[in-house]
């Protein structure tokens, strides 16, 4: 990771500037996806999916069955750790709900905010290389609190077919039954539209890559809601001399193995911690299943050295 | 307004289409305001007013002499009626404030939200026939009662260069300071990158016109955060066969005046009801100054005859 030492805040923005999120070049291809999934449905998502999955289905819903047979896939060891992982999060949410508060403007007239639950939403739930169970955890478990009626689970197959047993498990754990064999793009304008076998919903959550973010903006301008659009994934660390270099390089190292395109910013008073994490993560790095992707975002990533808290505070911010 | 008796909820959906919000013929348009604003800054900004406001700046910043002039120029009657939608939209907000809320998930793991204001913001007011000093008050409080330390206020000017006293008047009341004559695209262009008299800001909030709306979808997919693309208005009014069909016109009107794509929704248990409805609005319709916008937008709208009041709570869901 570059060292950055004797800053300016003059040229701040250069230092501090994010890899592109704009991705207009793929205006034609998302719109053209969207408009077979709107026009052809289900078939339209079959076809999508042997091209981008290689797979072909014959049912996008998953069966009873296969969410059954999923809890005999998963470990003790990980069932436990996500059952702890729910409770945390139930706990937390479960804390926001708030009372509507009513406030007599002038004598007789009563103004309040209420919320209420959406009726169906759509979480979408990246494939691939890590199965982001905590992700079904973390969208499915403030839906469930809330009380949204209908909830939705769009995530991608493997090339057999299958989903990953954990990401199953968790969904039942938390109580969603529809899940749809469907990533990328296809699956967010399904979400949006409507297929035979996916129910139109309301407002769209979760994470994705840049097809399924741009997807995401794309079915927002024409009235589906989303939560936002999942930018790459980014951390900052602030730490002085006394900080321990092994935790921040995993913590840096966590958010950089997401993507090539992340971008993760220690910020620092210290030359030495810098250089201690530097090496850290050097060896943390040999350890790494995804080290590929990991080294390639820390090219986009920096050490600044700042040369007081003040300093550290005032980076951080900008 | 159309009366719709009979209703199936199977084609629901037909009869309660919203009028198009899609506006992606003005994408070209709107993408070379931006690009002329990022380019040119200031000079851009007065091109772009003398094109579309028909008037030629020197200087685009209010003044703190026009500022105080405004004082001059708005009644006391109108002052009067300011102050107290000020007291009341301050007590109202004052009471969202919410203390942050620790949680102690695991002995020792604290989690918490807290909300913190945005440093920048920017207010657009819309100028036209009719000066939107409500939404300085409704946009400005929250944001002052927030703690935002910069808010920026475009609006654009007349045809003589002045914005409406009643603006000023009563932005300098909210304590908002930078105002700036600018409208359209270009104003929501110079708060997203900034120009030499236009600071850039972090949100943009504020209602407009569909060029407005398209451009605060654009600089949103380029990272500045925007409140929402405010559609056209809308509002639905439910009424039994007690309901005082005067007060029902007053009100349907009051949103249909806004735009000729806005749309207003009566629905009722009554015929009776939406016949005197009907009636109502004809008469307030001659009084009304913004008539031919309203009449436009009622050949949208229509009055929905249901059954009982449990079907007008499923229509009015839908």
Redesign the interface.
Do not use: K
């Given at each position: 990771m570059e060292i950055i030492e004797n800053i300016s805040f003059d040229n701040l923005d250069v230092i501090l500037k994010r890899p592109g999120?704009?991705a207009e070049h793929l205006d034609g291809t998302i719109k053209n996806i969207i408009q077979r999934v709107m026009t052809s449905g289900d078939e339209a998502l079959k076809e999508l999916t042997k091209k981008f999955d290689q797979v072909i289905l014959d049912d996008l819903l998953v069966s009873r069955q296969e969410i059954e047979a999923s809890s005999l896939n998963v470990s003790t060891q990980q069932k436990t750790a996500i059952r702890k992982a729910q409770a945390?999060i139930e706990?937390?949410h479960s804390?926001?709900k708030k009372e509507t508060?009513k406030?007599e403007?002038?004598p007789g007239?009563n103004?309040w905010?209420k919320s209420v639950p959406i009726?169906k939403v759509g979480l979408y739930i990246p494939g691939g290389t890590a199965p982001l169970f905590s992700t079904v955890l973390m969208l499915g478990i403030p839906a469930k609190i809330a009380g949204c009626k209908e909830i939705v689970l769009c995530t991608p197959p493997d090339i057999n077919g299958d989903i990953h047993p954990a990401i199953l498990y968790t969904a039942q754990l938390v109580g969603i039954d529809t899940i749809i064999k469907v990533g990328g793009a296809q699956a967010i304008a399904a979400l949006a539209y409507g297929t035979e076998s996916v129910p139109r919903v309301d407002k769209i959550f979760g994470p994705g890559n840049q097809y399924v973010t741009k997807a995401k903006?794309m079915v927002n301008?024409?009235?589906t809601a989303i939560d936002m659009?999942a930018g790459p994934s980014e951390v900052a660390v602030i730490a002085d001399g006394a900080a321990d270099a092994e935790f921040i390089a995993a913590d840096l190292l966590s958010q950089a193995e997401h993507g090539e395109d992340s971008q993760v910013i220690l910020i620092s008073t210290s030359h030495e911690l810098v250089t201690k994490v530097n090496s850290a993560m050097d060896e943390q790095l040999k350890l790494l299943p995804r080290k590929e992707v990991a080294i390639n975002c820390l090219s986009n990533s920096k050490a600044i050295l700042a040369s007081d808290m003040q300093e550290v505070i005032a980076i951080s911010n900008a």
């Open positions: 999120i704009e945390n706990l937390f804390r926001q508060l406030v403007t002038m007239v103004c905010r009726q903006q301008l024409s009235g659009p």
